[in-house]
């Protein structure tokens, strides 16, 4: 059974800093290119951080470039995203995926950036 479930989320003010986590199991985890997407209320799910299986030069919104970090553990079979200088828009609900043929995704967390 594949299982991705993140973890980390939570309220932090502005200028703070979360890491979110998201421990998988079911399938070859070193094999598939890993995500982070987004989701704010009334827009479209985005994607925020991906890195592939290698780790190797990964891939930024513009809108998180600089401040997040994406990074993966192929022992562990998880996926990491460190945020760094959170803003109020970086409110959503933060969503792990899993690509290779066929695309998994955890349930999410959510992160609320407010003073």
């Known amino acids: 059974q594949v299982r991705l479930v993140e973890s980390g989320g939570g309220l932090v003010q502005p200028g703070g800093s979360l890491t979110l986590s998201c421990a998988t199991s079911?399938?070859?985890?070193?094999?598939?290119?890993m995500s982070w997407y987004r989701q704010a209320p009334g827009k479209e799910r985005e994607l925020v951080a991906q890195i592939t299986r290698f780790g190797g030069s990964p891939n930024y919104a513009d809108s998180v470039k600089g401040r997040f970090t994406i990074s993966r553990d192929n022992v562990k079979n998880t996926v990491y995203l460190q945020m760094n200088s959170l803003k109020p828009e970086d409110t959503a609900v933060y969503y792990c995926n899993a690509r290779r043929s066929v695309d998994w995704w955890g349930q999410g967390t959510q992160v609320t950036v407010s003073s």
């Open positions: 079911g399938f070859t985890f070193s094999t598939y290119t």
